[in-house]
């Protein structure tokens, strides 16, 4: 790869491998729409990020304000009350976790762990954006296996894990597809995956999955010292804003990525909001449940409609919305409703949805009939 040599126009030399890397594309922010559109704060229904539309669990929120008094000294560089809630949540040893600010921290460490120019990474067609940028930044070679009717090709992943891999990141469900994979079919490639390629398995969704795909992943990592698996406290947990994340792998995976790690990466108010929330059950049990009728009701929408959808087995949907996309994304967001193009996929028709509560899909609901009149209309 060739290398910057001399400082350009800015005054400084960045590495070449930085800058081959688009930026992350977020949701769109409530308060950017509100003064693009001269709509207040209040009326606008995000449905863009896949985030919790429960809000915190009151459990997280009186941790959270308890633990912000004392945000005068420094968090615990280990996050140990919040590694031992985890540890004790999937049954292994603390050693066997590391806290994350947000589990995107741990996608990228795990990049920085085992990555290097000439060396490869493997993920799949149509999945979450930060792996390849984590990649990148690594200057490592990424490799992106198209996905076989928008399903995870794992035959495929494995035929490109030539010597050169050195980690594989795979999503369960994934994002943006909502789609599922079976306990047996990431048993099987585990099985038969080199043993000097670390496996990422991301389950920022897990908490949605139907309960007859759910599993223990934990059991597999036992069974495989070259899996990790991540969870996030950004999506089922409602604490997106707070970042906070967590992966689990035998403990040499664990203490080299620590040596990385920023010293105190998961903050204080995170630590103890992610530990609190993590007992707190019967809030789980509400959103799974809001989740699954949200989920029903977008189904029965576009079904009416004749709009063609993904069966997602999470907390959003990819719904095919047609060459108008990209017009229909700013109709909605007119009449302030954000939802969130997926073009950077290279599914320019397409447009994902987040499960809301019943009150915003209703909003969602007319305000998607309104923009497709208005640019029927237009068309007309
Ligand atoms: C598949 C997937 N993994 C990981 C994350 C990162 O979550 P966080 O960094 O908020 O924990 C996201 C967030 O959207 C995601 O979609």
Wanted: with cysteine.
């Amino acid at each position: 790869m060739q290398q910057n040599t001399r400082p350009d126009s800015r005054g400084f030399v960045a590495r070449a491998s930085i800058e081959a890397i688009s930026p992350y594309i977020a949701g769109k922010p409530i308060e950017e729409t509100a003064r693009e559109y001269g709509l207040d704060v209040k009326d606008i229904v995000k449905l863009a990020s896949n985030e919790n539309p429960l809000g915190m669990p009151q459990s997280a929120v009186d941790a959270a304000l308890a633990a912000a008094t004392g945000a005068n000294r420094y968090p615990d560089g280990n996050a140990r009350l919040f590694r031992d809630a985890v540890a004790r949540r999937h049954g292994v040893s603390p050693d066997w976790v590391i806290a994350g600010n947000g589990s995107d921290e741990i996608l990228s460490l795990a990049a920085r762990l085992v990555l290097a120019p000439g060396l490869r990474c493997i993920y799949s067609q149509y999945s979450f954006s930060v792996y390849e940028l984590s990649a990148q930044e690594c200057g490592a070679e990424c490799v992106e296996v198209p996905a076989r009717d928008f399903a995870v090709d794992l035959e495929g992943i494995l035929a490109a894990a030539d010597s050169s891999a050195r980690l594989i990141y795979i999503t369960n469900p994934n994002n943006p597809t909502g789609y599922a994979l079976t306990r047996e079919a990431l048993e099987d490639f585990m099985n038969r995956v080199p043993g000097e390629v670390l496996v990422v398995l991301d389950e920022a969704y897990a908490d949605f999955l139907p309960e007859a795909l759910q599993f223990d992943s934990i059991e597999l990592v036992r069974r495989h010292p070259n899996l990790m698996v991540t969870r996030t406290f950004s999506k089922a947990y409602g604490l997106a804003g707070l970042r906070a994340g967590y992966g689990v792998a035998h403990a040499p995976v664990i203490e080299m990525m620590n040596r990385i790690r920023p010293p105190f990466n998961m903050n204080l108010i995170a630590q103890a909001a992610a530990a609190a929330s993590l007992e707190d059950r019967e809030f789980l049990a509400r959103v799974r449940a809001v989740n699954r009728e949200g989920l029903e009701r977008l189904e029965a929408f576009f079904e009416a409609r004749g709009v063609n959808y993904l069966k997602s087995c999470a907390n959003f949907m990819l719904v095919q919305t047609g060459p108008q996309t990209a017009e229909l994304y700013t109709e909605l967001l007119r009449r302030g409703v954000i939802v969130r193009p997926v073009k950077s996929y290279g599914l320019d028709d397409w447009m994902r949805i987040s499960v809301g509560t019943a009150r915003e899909l209703d909003r969602f609901f007319k305000a998607y009939d309104e923009a497709r009149a208005a640019l029927d209309a237009r068309a007309s």
